[in-house]
């Protein structure tokens, strides 16, 4: 299965492009390392240093997105830390679980699917609450649209299982449709962020692009994994055999990489509909 097209409407303006003249060969740059020296990615030093610093990121942009709306300085801080706190929670609990094999798979399946779990359940319960919650949407007006775009630079480090693929550690139909997609989806976040800051209609229609094609990348990651694991669901048998996904700290990237990454990219559009709409 291949990776899902990009729409035309994601293309940007010329001059959006030229951000991945720096980043694309930084990014082949960093496949080649993790390929030479796989302990990097079995160690789980990547996963942990990229969500760290995009958790930074997240509550300071948060921070800085209140500071420009009309809310008291009462409010904002009780915002802040109304979405910090249960975000902060979530990040420990799932770190957690994945070191202490909480989400190993097997082909007799535990009592409770936890890593399905791990991947619906935030975006089932956290969606709702960001996309109706009115003062999240006085933040969203608030922000610049390039933020949440630029932030999902982050996905380039999927690229982990291109390298995985390549030692001959994980299967084809596993490896290449969620690593590719990934690593585009990072890679293409680059012109889009330039191209929505633009303030531009094209701009806003590339980035809303954007935003659908990383969901569709993680729509079929998602399906793959699911149809491929040991276990009740599963419809293909690799032709190999393939590193679990259960096991740390790869099971950190469905259990709270994606799901996460799917609220970002619902905060996105809600914000980019909204300024349209506004």
Known sequence: MSTPVVSAGILAPRPAWRGLLWFAPLTVLWIAVIYW????????FQTTAHQLVAQVLIA????????????TPGQRQATWLAIMIPH?????????????????????????????MAIFLPVIVGAPLLLLSKRVGKVLDAMPLAWLVALQFYRVFGGWAIAAWLHGAMA??????????????????????IAVASGTAQGRTAAIAWN??????????????????PGRFQLIAPDMPGLNAGIY???????F?????????????????RRRAG
């Not at 929670?89 to 399905?116: M, T």
């Not at 084809?172 to 962020?193: K, N, R, S």
């Not at 700290?249 to 259990?255: D, H, K």
């Not at 990489?257 to 509909?273: D, W």
Request: hydrophobic letters at 55%.
């Open 212 to 229: 659908m094609f990383g969901l569709a990348d993680f729509a079929v990651a998602v399906t793959l994994g699911i149809i491929t694991a």
């Open 249 to 255: 700290p790869y099971v950190l990237t469905p259990a």
């Open 60 to 71: 300071l942009g948060l921070w800085l997105g209140l500071e420009r709306t009309d809310l």
């Open 37 to 44: 020296q796989p302990v990097i990615a079995s160690s789980g």
């Open 88 to 116: 902060t929670l979530w990040f420990a609990v799932i770190w957690s679980a994945a070191i202490h094999g909480v989400f190993r798979l097997s082909a007799s399946p535990p009592p409770l699917p936890f890593l399905p």
């Open 172 to 193: 084809t139909v596993d490896a290449l449709p969620a690593g590719t997609g990934d690593v585009l989806t990072g890679l293409l976040a680059v012109p889009a962020a």
């Open 257 to 273: 990489v994606v799901p996460g990454s799917i609220l970002l990219h619902a905060l996105s559009l809600r914000q980019l509909f």
